[in-house]
């Protein structure tokens, strides 16, 4: 399935609801999940209502995905609880994660951000802490933090977590992860430096906006090896690269996670970079009005537009 949490009008205003994509469709999986409740035998209807938020919905595990795809499933084929892309605005699939981390997982774009790959690289999957209260979603607008001069995209790929616990091994992690979506981790690059240059870090150079969606691409239906991914800047192609190769993979980084910490469904874990996947690996920088659009085969395109924040003109 392709999860997403998508708004539509209700008689009070915006309504959030956890969705699932039918070709360019929004199923809504409360409502297709209620009326397949209805069709049952009077003996059969009792049971819990749907999550209404998807961090509720990964919170019931293995269950909650059976009872999405039940629910998909009746609506698909009865074409009911059904909403038409114009019909709905797509947040991102986790309003709010239970945490975000994200890895430098890739040599290349190490190496060209540092000139020289530190020995430690190779030995740990290093990762910084996001913000969650500062997520983004389709086509939402990102503010120019006004204390750079140097905003930067990057191009990644977020695995969600979709059980609690403390993996010991790869193949244990590797059921830990309940799907992937797209994650542009948004960088303030002249303040990220300069934070790092004390040892520390980075700190606002980079929690100030993270983007993820359009959707929740569960694992079963994602080429993870296959799967190409793009960075375009108004229309433009910056960046293309792929998955692989990674020095630590998503379950072993999952595993030094967990080592004296539980994983939380909700948790969202970021890649890293790939190679040549970010602006300041090209050389390139961003402006105000800019549309930056990041693309992974299978999960679709996430559009955001950088709109003036206080920046000025270096």
């Given at each position: ?82 909403f038409t892309a114009a019909e709905v605005s ?34 740990l999957p290093v990762h910084w802490k996001g ?45 830990f992860i309940v799907g992937y979506t797209i ?132």
């Amino acid at each position: 399935m392709r999860l997403v949490t998508f708004e539509v009008d209700g008689p009070t205003g915006p309504v959030q609801r956890v969705g699932a994509l039918d070709g360019e469709d929004v199923i809504d999986l409360a409502a297709a999940h209620q009326a397949r409740v209805a069709d049952l035998p009077p003996g059969r209807r009792g049971g819990p209502a749907f999550p209404s938020t998807m961090l509720e919905l990964l919170g019931l595990e293995d269950f909650g995905l059976e009872v999405a795809a039940s629910a998909f499933g009746f609506a698909a084929e009865r074409g009911t609880a059904r909403f038409t892309a114009a019909e709905v605005s797509l947040k991102s699939p986790l309003v709010r994660p239970h945490s975000v981390r994200d890895f430098m997982l890739f040599e290349e774009h190490v190496h060209n951000m540092a000139g020289e790959v530190p020995a430690e690289w190779s030995n740990l999957p290093v990762h910084w802490k996001g913000n969650p209260d500062q997520i983004f979603g389709p086509n939402d607008e990102i503010e120019w933090p006004s204390y750079t001069e140097k905003l930067d995209y990057e191009l990644e790929l977020g695995a969600v977590i979709g059980r609690r616990g403390r993996p010991r091994t790869a193949a244990e992690a590797e059921e830990f992860i309940v799907g992937y979506t797209i994650f542009n981790d948004w960088s303030a690059r002249d303040i990220q430096l300069r934070e790092m240059s004390v040892l520390l870090g980075p700190g606002i150079g980079k929690d100030f906006a993270t983007s993820l969606g359009p959707c929740l691409c569960t694992h079963d239906e994602f080429d993870f090896d296959g799967a190409r991914m793009y960075a375009r800047v108004n229309g433009e192609q910056w960046s293309e690269g792929g998955m692989g190769p990674m020095r630590f993979s998503f379950p072993e980084a999952l595993v030094y996670l967990a080592q004296a910490q539980d994983l939380h469904p909700g948790d969202v874990v970021g890649s890293g970079t790939v190679g040549r996947g970010c602006g300041m690996e090209l050389d390139r920088w961003l402006a105000v009005g800019d549309v930056v659009e990041l693309e992974v085969d299978g999960i679709g395109i996430l559009a955001n537009t950088i709109v003036e924040g206080g920046h000025v003109d270096g």
